[in-house]
């Protein structure tokens, strides 16, 4: 294994320990992938396994169409969406899911997130909310790869987010960056609320 697949290996848990700490997904919760540079292969994290304890031996090699090259457990049930993201942009190496409780919370309405930070409103592109699909589903990839050409971030409606980037670590800034956000704007709500009232 090359010295590049390792490095992608220890980014992979690096940023799944990472979102389990900032409470972006719970133990079960989330996935991670990474295309080998220059390559239709991609490392991934495992199905059904505690997220916390990951190791690398854990993680499984598919190629796109999902297919097991290396590893032992089954790829997370998300290996579409990330495929058909990988697919549909050649410039993205790195692909973060996670349930964001706060972003979770405040797109249960509304078509498009609006950030009101200063560091929210410079790294994001237009984040739109995509309509609720069933976790897993062949019509939940192909919404998310419809709608995922030029942004960087996507808002799945009552489920979580989407973060991709040129690298893990990239993808996974923008994942936190909307939670943050999100949090901003619940606690601007509830302190506008609190003064207008006076
Ligand atoms: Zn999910």
Redesign the pocket.
Known sequence: MSLDEERLKRDILEGMRALYLRKLVTST???ISARIPDSKFVWITPTDSKKTKLKEEDLVKIDFNGKIVEGTNMPSK?WRLHIGILKARKDVNGVV???NPFTVGVTMIGKKFKPITAEASMILREVVILPFKR?GSEELSEIVSKNIASRNALI?RR??VIGVGSDIDEARTIVEVIEEDAIVQTVAKIFYKSISRR
Do not use: F, K, R, T
């Open positions: 919760s989330g996935n998300e899911h996670a349930h976790p799945l489920h979580g």
